[in-house]
């Protein structure tokens, strides 16, 4: 399989160099493969996955994913909008609009038309078990649901790459489990490509491959069941 | 998302409409109120007429002296059909430090043109000192016909009542000229005279005379007075530049908001972000939004000033003064300065938005 993600010796600083956070990160992800990244909070982790999703510039070393370079602006918006999906450990919806509102946001900023997404929100809800939920309001969810609701807004696009940062972090084990299990089921059945931070070895240990990270480093990797 | 995010934080938004809204509404109240008064002196200068003589350099009709032989002269020329002169002033009565006072011939039109409450046109007659009352002027000197009243220091019979249009003539004094130049110590003088064209003749005509005649002398056709007339443009430049400063304060409070909802919502501006919005679209967002508040305030600020208008006409003391006019011309220009407005002031909040690092932002919950 072709490397969907390459990551190559990357370094990446916080307040002018001095908290390193990356330091030569290098990583081949291949299309379909689930991988997660294991490390102790601070070890650069999300900052890693934000380099890939372009939202971090990195201070040197390569970045691309789907062929493209992460290089400017327009590039990153790009890979935003048509090729990666992002999930955070908080759901980050808008709690005032209904969960439909918040999976249009993906669609609004493509130019969509709302008509044309709906089927697949539909879908995606389905998936998740929320169809029911798409009308109420995102405050007057659970933290399972409204965590299935970032899921399907993160799909919206048909992402090639979902990006996932603790996204069962925030939730207590029975939802924890529903939810990661969703994840898997759906990106596996859509032959898409997982990238996954957690510090649960648990959950890491489902995954195609668990790479360990440690002071901004690859620390090692383990190939998962 | 625009709408939706309006409807969303809709005190927020409502603040920033009310902002713009008492900005146009300042400004077409003003701008009526005061185009209002411009418009009706400028048909008490018309009254059938195409131009206006009056002495050359003079800041304020009331201190032209233009000479009465000057109105004979001009009728007996081909090119004016009629000339009439009107004597400004103003004069006091017990209980009532200002009235106006028009010194005008019997022959003037106001008068023939006007309705009459009391009296007639043949008790106004010239050198005598018979003298018509606007209906307001009437009543607030508590006049009626064949009385005696007291303007200035002369007693007068009022020889008639009439209702005008006009709120300066209505709360207006009119005296035969020759009395009025005595009562003022203007003999031989009057502050215009007005100018009507005889057919297929050309307001050129008259001034080329006038120009060679009387070089102390000018004359205007009413349009070229209106617009250099220095009290008319102080008046309309007041008008503008209070409703600008109205414009500052709506504008402060539309910047206010744009601040504030943006400060609001950066988590929010940081996951669109992550969603795949540029930052052009974030920042047309803001623009978008801010230029949504903008019409609403208009069309609010539109309906207010009507409001507001209305009600003054509806005050007895100020009926005929208000005379709002608020013209599409009005219209257009508050609603583009509430549309400027508004974009400079979210010129800010949007460069903000769009700068954003949406990791960051993220960052700090």
């Not at chain 2, 500052?248 to 400060?263: A, D, E, K, P, W």
């Not at chain 2, 208009?298 to 608020?326: D, F, H, M, N």
């Amino acid at each position: 399989m072709s490397a969907l993600v390459k990551v190559g010796d990357v370094w990446k600083s916080f307040d002018q160099g001095r908290v390193e956070v990356l330091r030569g990160v290098g990583l081949n992800v291949a299309e379909g493969e689930i991988i997660a990244l294991c490390g102790t909070s601070g070890c650069g982790k999300s900052t890693l996955l934000n380099c890939i999703s372009g939202l971090e510039e990195v201070d040197s070393g390569d970045v691309s994913v789907s062929g493209y370079d992460v290089v400017n602006e327009s590039t990153r918006v790009d890979l935003l909008r048509h090729h990666i999906g992002y999930i955070f450990q908080f759901h980050h919806l808008m709690q005032d609009l209904t969960l439909a509102e918040n999976c249009y946001v993906p669609v609004i900023a493509v130019g969509g038309s709302k008509r044309d997404a709906r089927e697949r929100m539909e879908e995606l809800a389905a998936s998740t078990g929320i169809s029911h939920r798409l009308n109420q309001r995102v405050r007057e969810l659970s933290g399972g649901e409204r965590q299935r609701g970032a899921l399907v807004r993160s799909l919206m696009n048909d992402p090639k790459l979902l990006l996932c940062d603790e996204p069962t972090g925030a939730l207590d084990e029975e939802n924890r489990e529903k939810v990661f299990d969703l994840l898997l089921d759906l990106v596996r059945k859509r032959g898409r490509t997982l990238i996954l931070a957690t510090h649960d070895p648990e959950l890491a240990s489902r995954c195609d491959r668990t790479l360990r990270m440690r002071d901004g480093r690859i620390e090692r990797e383990l190939v998962g069941k | 998302m625009i709408f939706t995010n309006l409807r969303r934080h809709r005190v927020r938004t409502a603040i920033g409409a009310v902002g713009i809204a008492l900005g146009v509404a300042t400004m077409l109240s003003v701008v009526g109120i005061l185009g209002g008064a411009v418009k009706m002196f400028e048909r008490i200068l018309r009254n059938d007429s195409e131009m206006v003589v009056f002495e050359r350099n003079v800041s304020d009709l009331f201190f032209s002296n233009v000479p009465i032989g000057l109105v004979d002269e001009l009728k007996s020329k081909k090119f004016v059909k009629d000339a009439q002169p009107v004597l400004f002033t103003i004069i006091s009565a017990p209980d009532r430090p200002v009235v106006t006072c028009f010194g005008i011939s019997p022959n003037d039109g106001r008068l023939k043109k006007s309705e009459w409450l009391a009296g007639n046109i043949s008790g106004f007659r010239e050198d005598e000192n018979g003298v018509v009352l606007g209906e307001r002027a009437a009543d607030f000197l508590n006049a009626k016909l064949g009385e005696n009243i007291e303007l200035g220091q002369y007693q007068y019979t009022v020889a008639g009542i009439v209702r005008m249009e006009n709120g300066f003539e209505n709360g207006g004094v009119f005296m035969p000229l020759a009395t009025c130049q005595k009562a003022f110590h203007k003999e031989g003088v009057c502050s215009v005279v007005t100018v009507a064209l005889a057919d297929n003749h050309e307001a050129s005509e008259v001034k080329n005379w006038i120009q060679a005649n009387h070089s102390g002398i000018t004359a205007l056709e009413n349009e070229e007075f209106s617009n250099s007339y220095s009290q008319f443009r102080i008046m309309k430049i007041t008008a503008w530049v209070v409703g600008g400063c109205a414009f500052l304060l709506g504008g402060l409070s539309v910047t206010n908001t744009m601040i504030l909802s943006v400060f609001g919502r950066i988590k929010e501006l940081a996951i669109a972000r992550v969603c795949g919005f540029s930052r052009g679209q974030i920042s047309r967002m803001i623009f978008g939004e801010s230029l949504l508040i903008s019409a609403i305030g208009i069309i609010a600020g539109w309906v207010l000033s009507k409001g507001v208008l209305i009600l003054l006409r509806a005050i007895p003391q100020l009926q005929g003064y208000i005379e709002p006019s608020i013209g599409l011309k009005e219209l257009f220009g508050a609603s583009i300065l509430a549309m400027l407005t508004a974009l400079i002031g979210a010129l800010y909040p949007a460069w903000y938005a769009a700068k954003l690092n949406p990791a960051a932002a993220l960052r700090f919950e």
